[in-house]
């Protein structure tokens, strides 16, 4: 039974907003105010645990008993079946009669959890993006301190922590010029904010830091400022980039105004705008009174400038955009007409608009030079291989010859000892053996004709004779669409050789590479040293060599090619070249992929004793 009290409590919780319902000490409900019934029906008489939690015993988490006892209780309480969250304040109520009632009040707080969930959510948004952002984020006072920053800006400055950082000043410690701090106020107080403002800050240890720094204004409530928040971003990279752009510029126009060839450039008009030194010792104008005031059209023949373009578009000459080796005739300054190879190219914008043409003339008279000296060369180490060739076929017979005479003679000198001085059979011996005398002086003979007088050795530097061959051959390896990668080692040393075996040893090695290219590749070509030898390698991307004939590539005339005019006589000629300077020829090859010939050959030293040369 509910007392007088309790009714003057019970009309009290029936105007409240909130939830209310009373319960006895068996859990069955006494009372629910209207808000209660709505939400969850009416219920007197009914366990709360059956209409409040949908459970047939008593809630886990119910706190009826610390209420029976006296003590009011305040929770959070979430009703799974409501989706609901509950701030929930229970306390007992004593009855006339002695028992006691737990009231229940339920506020329901659902919508400010979430609102307080979604607000704790945007501060954790907030302090990531305040932390992880990849540039310096900042707050700080009028006065000159820090009243934030994030962890990239304690980097960025060289600040192991917060703390530390927090308690600098500003104007002092952080700007590179204090007046500069000065300068930011003024704008940024005057226009509310400073975008993209380069300054120089210094780091901790004093270094100098270029920054761009982004700032705002913070007003209090009166409008009044009270201090600023931005960014700054790190430009350290940016001006390291802006300046190996300068150098790189720099570096490039070295180049070009170092080039031996005349690197001229046109706007699509024909007007100059490039024109380096060797433009100018090539076709006698110089730079200055070209560039920007003359027309290309100037020192070509007439209508030959609208011809190179016509080429430069066409497909036919190198490609669209392109013209490779085009022979071309220009006019120099004194009238004289000069013959040289043109390779020219169109520049095209990002939009693939042609903006300008750059061209590279070459005089045709150090090419013409050049394959001269490369044919005499050739003619010569053609003529050497043949001679050494026969030489080598020569000693071979010779040879082959004598052990078969020796034994011819030996057999005679035995059959003179059974036959009488008397007998005429014996003159008859005399005569036979004679001849065979005879016969092998004549091979003595031709032994020493087939090893001609060698040059005679000397210190020699392979990466110099390769450089030369190289110059040679550059013509008439890029004519054939073969590149040429080199890589001569610094320190290499000397070998003690035949400074021409070795050219045409290169030369033929080299020769070889470019036949197993016939649509083109690459040669690449390195020298090192390993222990005490010289190792130089040539290396070609052609077609390789089958693996049966591996074994048999240094033979005298041997050869994989089809339908040639020699005989072969190439590698087994420099097989014995370099064999006779102590070295050694190897060789590995992929069918297919291209051929790798090393050529070891020992270091030139020189004996301290007695001063000879090895």
């Known amino acids: 039974m509910i007392s007088a009290e309790s009714k003057r409590v019970t009309s009290i919780l029936e105007a409240m907003v909130d939830a209310v319902y009373v319960i006895d000490g068996d859990f069955n409900v006494e009372y629910m105010n209207d808000v209660m019934a709505r939400i969850f029906g009416q219920a007197n008489g009914r366990k709360c645990y059956q209409i409040i939690n949908r459970r047939d015993r008593v809630c886990p988490w119910c706190r009826a008993t610390e209420v029976f006892a006296g003590k009011a209780v305040r929770w959070e309480h979430y009703i799974e079946n409501l989706d609901q969250t509950y701030d929930l304040v229970e306390f007992p109520l004593r009855n006339e009669d002695g028992t006691v009632s737990k009231v229940s009040i339920y506020r329901d707080i659902t919508q400010t959890k979430k609102d307080q969930e979604k607000l704790k959510v945007s501060e954790q948004d907030y302090k990531r993006l305040f932390e992880s952002v990849g540039c310096g984020v900042y707050i700080s006072s009028k006065e000159g301190r820090f009243l934030d920053a994030n962890r990239a800006l304690l980097d960025m400055l060289g600040y192991k922590s917060k703390e530390e950082f927090l308690k600098i000043d500003i104007a002092k410690d952080l700007y590179l010029k204090p007046e500069d701090r000065r300068k930011f106020q003024e704008i940024v107080e005057r226009d509310g904010r400073v975008i993209d403002y380069e300054v120089d800050f210094k780091r901790k240890d004093g270094t100098p830091i270029p920054i761009l720094h982004t700032g705002l204004v913070r007003y209090d409530q009166q409008g009044k400022v009270i201090g600023y928040e931005g960014i700054n971003v790190d430009q350290s990279q940016r001006k390291q980039y802006e300046k190996e752009l300068r150098e790189e510029h720099d570096f490039l126009n070295k180049i070009l105004q170092s080039s031996p060839n005349a690197i001229m450039a046109t706007d699509m008009k024909g007007d100059i705008i490039i024109w380096n030194r060797a433009a100018e010792e090539t076709l006698g104008y110089r730079a200055q009174e070209v560039i920007g005031k003359m027309n290309i059209r100037k020192i070509y023949p007439e209508g030959m400038a609208k011809e190179v373009m016509k080429m430069m578009r066409s497909p036919e000459y190198g490609g669209v955009g392109r013209l490779s080796f085009h022979p071309m005739v220009y006019v120099r300054r004194d009238g004289e007409i000069l013959e040289g190879n043109l390779s020219a190219t169109i520049i095209y914008d990002a939009e ?53 005479l020796y034994g011819i003679m030996n057999t005679l000198e035995l059959l003179k000892t059974e036959i009488s001085p008397e007998s005429k059979r014996r003159k008859v011996l005399d005569m036979a053996l004679s001849e065979t005398v005879r016969l092998t002086e004549l091979l003595r003979k031709m032994l020493r004709f087939s090893k001609p007088e060698e040059e005679e050795k000397q210190p020699t530097d392979v990466n110099t004779i390769l450089d030369e061959i190289l110059l040679l051959v550059r013509k008439q390896l890029q004519e054939n669409s073969i590149r040429i990668s080199s890589s001569f080692a610094n320190d290499l040393g000397k070998v003690y050789a035949s400074r021409n075996q070795l050219r045409q040893v290169f030369l033929n090695m080299i ?43 240094f033979d005298a005339f041997f050869t994989t090619k089809d339908g040639v005019k020699d005989v072969g006589l190439g590698l087994s000629v420099c097989y014995g070249f370099i064999e006779e300077h102590g070295g050694d020829i190897r060789v590995s090859s992929t069918l297919g992929s291209g051929t790798t010939f090393t050529i070891i050959l020992p270091k030139y030293k020189q004996d301290a004793h007695n001063g000879n040369y090895s």
């Open 352 to 404: 693939g608009k042609e903006i300008a043409s750059v061209g590279i003339f070459v005089d045709l008279r150090e090419r013409l030079d050049m394959e001269r000296k490369l044919r005499e060369t050739q003619e010569k180490l053609l003529q050497s291989e043949k001679l050494a060739a026969m030489g080598r076929l020569t000693s071979q017979i010779a040879h082959e010859l004598n052990n078969p």
């Open 511 to 553: 020769s070889n590479a470019r036949h197993a290219m016939p649509d083109g590749g690459t040669l690449t070509i390195k020298t090192m040293t390993k222990r005490d030898n010289i190792h130089i390698e040539i290396t070609d991307t052609g077609i390789g060599i089958r693996e049966e004939d591996m074994d048999k590539i």
